[in-house]
């Protein structure tokens, strides 16, 4: 039997099926939150606020490793960064809180083809390693490049300090390959 189309002010079977399916679900979230300690609450509350603020990154932000030149023989070196532009500051704030990590929040320069101030939440170095670890297991699209920022953190051991010694050549080859890995992932 074929099921006719509802007319208007009639509601369809399968919306009505769906509608309860959902008020079941929602249901079922508010008593399982209600009936949590306030422990588990809160950790169910810091989850939703990082996958929120994956989401945000997913498609705002940018991962991404710097090469930069410094000193008088040109040497070269290697920084994992994460940013986000938005003209909306308080966005920037929440994000950053709810990340967790240290981070500064710039204005950027106005031109005269912006109507409004934009700012850059900047995340660098260990605290956009860690930033972009609590965020990975929320990304989708960008998830390759936070796999390629933890290969190179990992790999490249970056966080290892040599003081005045230059950093091994193989060392340098590791984090000059994954740089160019993320310069093909964009």
């Known amino acids: 039997m074929i099921a006719s189309l509802p007319r208007k002010g009639q509601v369809s079977f399968w919306e009505s099926t769906y509608t309860l ?3 079941g679900v929602i249901m079922n979230l508010a008593t399982n939150v209600c009936s949590t300690s306030s422990k588990q609450s809160s ?7 990082i996958a929120w603020a994956a989401g945000f990154i997913d498609g705002e932000g940018c991962i991404h490793i710097i ?4 000193g008088k023989n040109n040497k070269v070196s290697y920084r994992l960064r994460m940013h986000i532009a938005q003209n909306n500051y308080e966005v920037l704030e929440t994000l950053r809180a ?14 005269h083809s912006v109507n ?5 939440l900047n995340y660098d170095g260990v605290h956009a390693y860690k930033a972009i670890m609590k965020l990975k297991p929320f990304l989708i699209r960008k998830q390759c490049e936070a796999q390629a920022a933890n290969d190179f953190w990992i790999e490249g ?3 290892e300090r040599t003081g005045r010694k230059a950093v091994a050549p193989e060392l ?15």
Do not use: F, S
């Not at 090469?67 to 410094?70: A, C, G, L, T, V």
């Not at 709810?98 to 031109?111: L, Q, V």
């Not at 409004?116 to 850059?120: A, D, E, H, L, W």
């Open 172 to 186: 340098m080859e590791i984090r000059r390959r994954w740089y160019k890995k993320m310069q093909k992932l964009k």
């Open 98 to 111: 709810y990340i967790g990590e240290h981070a500064n929040i710039i204005p950027i320069k106005r031109t």
């Open 157 to 159: 051991r970056v966080e």
């Open 43 to 49: 950790d169910l509350n810091a989850q939703l606020e």
């Open 21 to 23: 399916c959902i008020y």
């Open 116 to 120: 409004k101030q934009v700012y850059t």
């Open 67 to 70: 090469r930069q030149r410094y």
